[in-house]
C-alpha cells in the first residue's frame, strides 16, 4: 500500500512539473526568439525552424511520459482491485462466521429458556 502511494505522490510531483514547464518553456522561448529577432542575431526562418524541433521533442518526450503514467496508474488500480476482492471475500468469510455463532447463540438460548421452563 506504501508503494503504490508512493508512486501516486511521484506521479503528481513529476506533472507539477510538467505543467511548470508548460506553462513557463512558452514564455521563455518567444521572449528569447524575440530578442534574437528584434536585434537581428538570427532569421525567422532559423527561430521557426528551432521552434518546431523544440515543440517536436518536448511532444515526444511528453507523449511517453502520458503513456508511463497510464501504463503505472493501470498496474495500481489491477492491485486494488485484487486487494478489494480478497478483502471482499475476508468480509463474506467474517459474515458467515457470524451468522453461524449467532445461530449457534440463539440455539443455545433456546435450550436454556426450556430448561428453565421444566
Given at each position: 500500500?506504501?508503494?503504490?502511494?508512493?508512486?501516486?505522490?511521484?506521479?503528481?510531483?513529476?506533472?507539477?512539473?510538467?505543467?511548470?514547464?508548460?506553462?513557463?518553456?512558452?514564455?521563455?522561448?518567444?521572449?528569447?526568439?524575440?530578442?534574437?529577432?528584434?536585434?537581428?542575431?538570427?532569421?525567422?526562418?532559423?527561430?521557426v525552424y528551432v521552434a518546431v524541433?523544440?515543440?517536436?521533442?518536448?511532444?515526444?518526450?511528453?507523449?511517453?511520459?502520458?503513456?508511463?503514467?497510464?501504463?503505472?496508474?493501470?498496474?495500481?488500480?489491477?492491485?486494488?482491485?485484487?486487494?478489494?476482492?480478497?478483502?471482499?471475500?475476508?468480509?463474506?468469510?467474517?459474515a458467515h462466521e457470524v451468522r453461524?455463532?449467532?445461530?449457534?447463540?440463539?440455539?443455545?438460548?433456546?435450550?436454556?429458556?426450556?430448561?428453565?421452563?421444566?
Amino acid at each position: 500500500m506504501e508503494n503504490a502511494e508512493k508512486k501516486i505522490q511521484e506521479t503528481i510531483s513529476e506533472s507539477n512539473k510538467w505543467m511548470i514547464f508548460g506553462a513557463l518553456s512558452p514564455v521563455f522561448f518567444l521572449l528569447l526568439f524575440g530578442i534574437l529577432f528584434y536585434f537581428n542575431i538570427v532569421d525567422i526562418t532559423y527561430i521557426v525552424y528551432v521552434a518546431v524541433a523544440f515543440a517536436i521533442v518536448i511532444c515526444f518526450v511528453w507523449w511517453f511520459w502520458a503513456l508511463k503514467v497510464i501504463v503505472e496508474m493501470s498496474e495500481l488500480n489491477l492491485q486494488a482491485n485484487k486487494d478489494l476482492t480478497e478483502m471482499r471475500e475476508d468480509v463474506k468469510i467474517i459474515a458467515h462466521e457470524v451468522r453461524e455463532s449467532t445461530r449457534d447463540l440463539f440455539v443455545l438460548l433456546d435450550a436454556v429458556e426450556k430448561n428453565r421452563k421444566k
